[in-house]
């Protein structure tokens, strides 16, 4: 084991390195490249782990996340535990090249855990206790599992921690659910005591007087159910961040294992972008490196590509900011072809393989990963698209996209991009625990406040004229990141001091934008009294008075630049103090009051949308507003902007820039470029006019 002891130096510097935005490995400057392996489910077919090797170095891939769910082959009963053949497969692929990202098992647990201290499975809202099955269904409190997760995590990390073909801990898998047994219920409790001390507090903040629900005991706090206490949205929302409190303490738990066992390499878990379960900004301080899965559903007949890849490309932006430094991330998933959980299982046309894959790149992953390296044989994910399938070849169109992303990845790394960063001057505020809030709020529209699809809206006119934007919660810091314009639609519960970091922000001389349904609550749901937005009253120079709902298909609309801009869902009625009307509804018994605002305060401007607008008018409305920023375009100065489905983001390194052109339509597009370049991948200088392919995807620097 201590034969391959080393300094931490050799391995890259882990986090601290990291944070500078330095190269992810200790080989500098390649981005990363494979997917999850499971030789755990081959291991009576040695002819079959000897291909893939062949394989893996013929589709380029430098990088495999190892043994995600292979806890029954690493400790087969209890303590007994068999690493021999994790460390012949970890050792084949490093002298074949090939880097690990070694995970820890306690994504599934093998059957004798279940069975040996039932207190492992999760219990249900309804109070039922799970039986063994599938994955992810363990309790994160339960003292025993964590125990049992120790006891491993630690001594894969004595193992192999130091391994020079491991480069990185892969914690757990795509954690997230709940549990509901009695420990969690305690510890339930045991939280809301440290939050709010008193009972005396709770009940007021949770407005528990309302139907007589006040509590006389602690012992009479249960966890929201829809069998039970689900009103009480103070109870509600607390559980969420409780759920949220015991999975990030489970994987720092796992990370101190992991570190007890000697290794000072870097940790990651794999998210899952906007899941509802979860606020993964509480992770930041864990993780040294972010990563996801990402699986767009390209192709679908009610979507066009550019909004799935304005869509996407929101995702890849949230997760980067997951990160305190939004360091480069790890695209940790994504499908070579199909996968298997959709109501169709739609093959990539040809090109939006690289494309897709191109797309995380040009949001700062620092790798392609693939689930899954090669399909099993049982299971219920033998039908999930795999670069190996069961012919078990190289000639599938498949395996030729995969080795065509390596080559180009292998390029791109050549050129220097790996460690290179996103660095916008836009930012738009997505708060996953507001989200809760709102999907909680009886009223104003039960029919749908669409949050994430509001600020989608915003995110998206951005995009489409090549502005890289950041997706960041209320916590962020919105201070010394040189942002010039932040959005932040439907601030309705207002938490981390956000109405005071956002007057900071205008009051510098910012740019922001505000909508209808902002500042309306507190962080524990409470309604605030006094006038709202609440703190942003002068910043906004207004005040609310009404909100009027939609229904579906209803519409009220107003003028702007020429046009008729449609608005839908929500028109509040503002009173303006200080605020100017730039445009005012056309219908109802409020056509002629005031629907979007601009004030003037400090040295900077804030802009109020009252009503839910089109996105003709979000793309005008923002493409005036870059102007007045400031904001750069990544491709700025084309005649008559991007085309339309086609988007140009930025990653810079030692003042060098990498510019990814991807064209998100299936037709080629062509369009005049601004000024010279020069194409990454190729050395090809490029003036004048430039084609896209359908799907098409480039890469650019400025000569
Ligand atoms: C998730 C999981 C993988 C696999 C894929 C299938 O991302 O982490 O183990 O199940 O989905 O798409
Ligand atoms: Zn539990």
Not at 479 to 497: E, S, T
Request: with cysteine; aromatic share 10%.
């Amino acid at each position: 084991m201590g034969a391959y002891r080393k300094k931490a130096a050799e391995v890259g510097g882990g986090a601290a390195a990291l944070r500078d935005g330095a190269p992810l490995w200790r080989d500098g400057a390649a981005l990363l490249h494979g997917g999850d392996y499971n030789p755990d489910q081959w291991l009576d077919r040695p002819d079959i782990l000897a291909a893939d090797i062949d394989l893996m170095k013929r589709a380029k891939v430098n990088c495999v996340s190892l043994a995600i769910f292979a806890w029954a082959a690493l400790e087969p009963s209890e303590g007994d535990y068999r690493f021999d053949w994790l460390e012949e497969i970890i050792g084949n692929l490093h002298r074949n090249g090939i880097f690990t990202i070694l995970a820890t098992p306690s994504g599934a647990r093998p059957a004798w855990l279940a069975r040996a201290y039932p207190e492992v499975l999760r219990v249900g809202p309804g109070l039922e206790r799970n039986l063994m099955e599938g994955r992810h269904n363990h309790c994160y409190t339960s003292p025993v599992y964590r125990e049992k997760v120790w006891q491993i995590d630690k001594r894969l990390s004595e193992r192999f921690g130091e391994h020079p073909g491991v480069i990185a801990w892969h914690l757990s898998n795509e954690y997230g659910g709940e549990c509901f047994c009695p420990l969690c219920q305690e510890a339930f409790r045991g939280w809301l005591k440290e939050k709010y001390g008193t009972l005396t507090a709770l009940n007021a903040e949770w407005w528990a007087a309302f139907w007589s629900h006040s509590y006389s005991a602690w012992e009479q706090v249960e966890a929201p159910s829809r069998r039970g206490e689900h009103n009480v949205h103070g109870l509600v929302l607390d559980w969420k961040r409780f759920v949220t409190q015991k999975t990030v303490e489970f994987c720092a738990h796992e990370k101190t294992a992991v570190r007890a066992g000697g290794s000072t390499l870097p940790v990651t878990t794999n998210f899952m972008s906007f899941y509802e379960g979860l606020n993964y900004g509480k992770f930041r301080n864990v993780l040294d490196v972010v990563s996801w899965d990402s699986y767009p559903e390209w192709h679908r007949p009610d979507m066009s590509g550019a909004r799935r890849g304005a869509l996407t490309a929101f995702a890849h932006d949230y997760m980067r900011c997951m990160h305190p430094e939004r360091a480069p991330w790890l695209l940790m998933e994504s499908t070579p072809s199909v996968v298997n959980w959709n109501g169709a299982s739609k093959l990539k046309r040809p090109g939006m393989h690289a494309l897709s894959s191109l797309q995380a790149v040009a949001h700062g992953a620092d790798s392609v990963q693939y689930f899954q390296w090669r399909k099993g044989r049982g299971g219920s994910e033998k039908l999930h698209g795999a670069v190996v399938g069961h012919d078990g070849t190289a000639d599938t169109r498949v395996f030729r996209d995969v080795a065509e992303v390596g080559q180009r990845l292998a390029a791109l790394s050549a050129a220097g991009l790996s460690g290179s960063l996103v660095r916008p001057q836009a930012a738009v505020i997505f708060d996953q625990e507001n989200r809760w809030a709102l999907a909680e709020a009886k009223g104003p529209r039960n029919t749908g406040t669409n949050y994430p699809d509001a600020v989608f809206g915003h995110y998206r006119a951005l995009w489409a004229q090549g502005a890289s934007a950041d997706v960041v919660d209320m916590e962020c810091p919105l201070k010394d990141r040189g942002y010039k314009l932040i959005a932040a639609p439907m601030l309705y519960l207002q938490r981390a001091g956000i109405a005071e970091k956002l007057r900071a922000f205008v009051e510098g001389g910012g740019t922001l934008v505000g909508t209808y349904l902002s500042g309306l609550v507190n962080e524990n749901d409470l309604c605030r009294l006094g006038k709202t937005p609440h703190g942003l009253t002068d910043v906004f120079g207004l005040a609310t008075e009404e909100i009027d709902a939609l229904w579906d298909g209803e519409r009220n609309g107003f003028a702007w630049g020429g046009g008729e801009c449609e608005v839908r869902e929500l028109c509040e009625l503002v009173r303006p103090t200080t605020a100017e009307t730039l445009a005012a509804y056309r219908a109802d018994f409020y056509a002629g009051k005031p629907v979007v605002l601009r004030n003037r305060f400090g040295k900077g401007t804030a802009y109020f949308i009252a009503a839910r607008p089109d996105e003709a008018f979000l793309a005008a409305f923002y493409r005036e507003l870059m102007r007045e920023a400031g904001i750069a375009a990544a491709l700025g100065g084309i005649p008559g902007g991007l085309p339309e489905g086609v988007s140009a983001t930025l990653r810079e390194k030692d003042g060098r820039a990498f510019i990814f052109v991807l064209n998100f339509n299936e037709t080629p597009v062509t369009f005049t470029l601004p000024r010279p370049y020069q194409d990454i991948e190729t050395g090809a200088g490029l003036a004048g006019q430039l084609t896209l392919d359908a799907y098409g995807a480039r890469v650019l620097t400025e000569v």
